[in-house]
DNA sequence: TTGCAATGGATCGTATACAATTTAACCGGA
DNA sequence: TCCGGTTAAATTGTATACGATCCATTGCAA
C-alpha cells in the first residue's frame, strides 16, 4: 500500500528481469530519491536487485537511451545531471509537442477521459496539502501523469513515448535548477486546461498549455554553475 | 570500399562496440537492405561483426528502443514490421513535430546552412538520376536527411533523436506499403521548402511541408493485410 | 491419414570469468 | 610539505558457460 508504484512493479511480470529493474531504478529518479549525478555501479545495482551484472548493465544501459542515466565509457553509469542548456531544450521540446498533442488528444477525449483527468487532479490536489515525503514523491508523480495522460489520450503510442521521456527528464531539471519549494505551482492551471478542452476552446487551452509550461520553467535557476568549486566558493 | 558503412565503422573507435555494430545494423535498415521481418538472430549478428553474443544482444536491444526491431521474448529479435496503425502514427507523429521544428530551425538558420541545404539537395537530385541499388539507396538516405538537417539547425539535441528515430522507421514503413517505385517523389517539395525558408514565409514553409508528408503518406497503401492467407490468396 | 506426445536441436536468458581501464593509495625524492 | 610516479584495488568491457524456452521433427496410436 506503500503507492501506486508496488502495485505497478508487481503487475503480471511478463516483463524480463532488466525490464522490471530499470523501471524500478526509473521511478526512483523521477521520484527524485536519486539526486543527479550518483552513481549507479553495474554491481551495486545487481547486488540491490539479486541479480547479475548483466542485468543491471542492460538495465542502465535502457535508461541512458530515455537520458535519465548517463554512462560515460570505462567511468560507469550515473543519474543524469542535466545542463542548463540541456534544461532548456528539454522545455523547448515540451512546448513544441504538448500543444499539438493536446489538440489530437481533444479531437478524440470521451467523458470517461475527462473524469479520468479530473480525478487525477483531484488526487494531485489532495497530495499537495498533506506533509511527509511520500506525499511530495506521489504528487510529483501526479503532476507530471497529468500531462502524460493526455498524450495517452491522443492515442499515439510513439508521441506517449516521446512524452514519457520528455516528463521524466523534466523531474531530474526541476530537482536540479528547481527554487521553488512548491514544485506544484502551476496545479490549478492543469484544471484550466481541462476546463478549456471541455469547452472546446481549443486554441485557449493551447495557450494555457504553453503558459504552463513557462510557468514551469520560470521557477528554474538556469544559470551557469560553473561549479565554482574554487576559490569564488569562499571569496565574499 | 565496400560502402560509407565500413569508413563509418572505422572513425575513431570512441564507440563501444555494441554502437558500432547497432550503427551499422541501422544503416542496414533504413537503406532498406535489410526487410522488415527478417530474423536477427544473436549468435548470427555476433558472428557477422566477429563478437561475441553479449554485444550483439547489447546492439540488438539499443535498435528495439529505436522502434527498429522487435524483440519478442525468448523468441529473438526481428527486423520491425510497422503495423498500419503504427504507420499512422509515425507520420502523425512527423506532421506534429516537424512544422515546429521548422520553424524553430528558421530562426537560427544562417547563409551557410542554406548553402549545406542546397547541396543536399543537388546530391539528392544527382542520385535520383542514376541507376543502380547503390544509388538508390544513398537517394534514400539522401531524402531523410532534408529532414534531419532540419532538426539539426534547430539546435535541440532531443529533437533531433526524436526526428532521428522517425525517418528511420518512415523508411521502414516505406519500404512495407509504398506502392510508387519512385520513393522521391517529393524531391522537388525539399526544394520549395527551402525557399520558403530563404524568403522568410514561415507559414507558407510551414504548409508545405506538412503538403510534403501528407504527399509521403499518400504513396501508402496502409489497408490492413490480414495476412489473408486464407483462401482468399488462391481465389482469381 | 490424422492427431498428439516425445525428443532433439537451436536460440534465448542469465550468471560467471577474465581482460582492460580507471581510480585511489602509497611512497620516495625534492 | 608537496609532488610525481608506481602499484594495488575497484570497476567496466567483453567473452564464455550453462540452464531454460521454444520450435520442428519424429514416431506412435487412433
Do not use: W
Not at 506521489?138 to 489520450?153: N, P, Q, R, T, Y
Request: aromatic residues 4%; contains cysteine.
Amino acid at each position: 500500500m506503500k503507492s501506486a508504484a508496488t502495485a505497478q512493479q508487481a503487475e503480471e511480470s511478463a516483463e524480463t528481469g532488466a525490464q522490471q529493474i530499470r523501471d524500478a531504478i526509473r521511478e526512483a529518479i523521477v521520484e527524485r530519491r536519486l539526486s543527479p549525478g550518483t552513481k549507479l555501479s553495474e554491481s551495486d545495482v545487481g547486488n540491490l536487485f539479486n541479480v547479475s551484472r548483466t542485468l543491471a548493465r542492460a538495465a542502465l544501459q535502457a535508461l541512458s537511451y530515455e537520458g535519465l542515466v548517463s554512462v560515460e565509457k570505462n567511468r560507469g553509469a550515473f543519474v543524469a545531471y542535466p545542463s542548463p542548456e540541456e534544461a532548456r531544450q528539454i522545455f523547448s521540446a515540451r512546448r513544441l509537442v504538448e500543444p499539438g498533442l493536446l489538440r489530437e488528444a481533444a479531437a478524440r477525449i470521451t467523458p470517461d477521459d475527462i473524469r479520468d483527468l479530473r480525478e487525477l487532479l483531484l488526487e494531485e490536489g489532495r497530495l499537495m496539502s498533506e506533509r511527509g515525503q511520500t506525499a511530495r514523491r506521489a504528487e510529483i508523480k501526479a503532476s507530471g501523469d497529468f500531462h502524460l495522460m493526455l498524450a495517452v489520450i491522443s492515442g499515439n503510442a510513439i508521441m506517449q513515448r516521446f512524452m514519457e521521456e520528455l516528463v521524466a527528464r523534466s523531474s531530474l531539471v526541476i530537482a536540479l535548477y528547481g527554487q521553488s519549494t512548491a514544485s506544484s505551482c502551476g496545479h490549478s492551471e492543469h484544471g484550466e486546461i481541462i476546463s478549456a478542452i471541455e469547452s472546446n476552446e481549443l486554441d485557449r487551452a493551447c495557450e494555457l498549455m504553453l503558459h504552463h509550461i513557462a510557468h514551469i520553467e520560470a521557477d528554474l535557476d538556469l544559470r551557469e554553475r560553473k561549479s565554482l568549486g574554487l576559490k569564488e566558493a569562499f571569496e565574499l
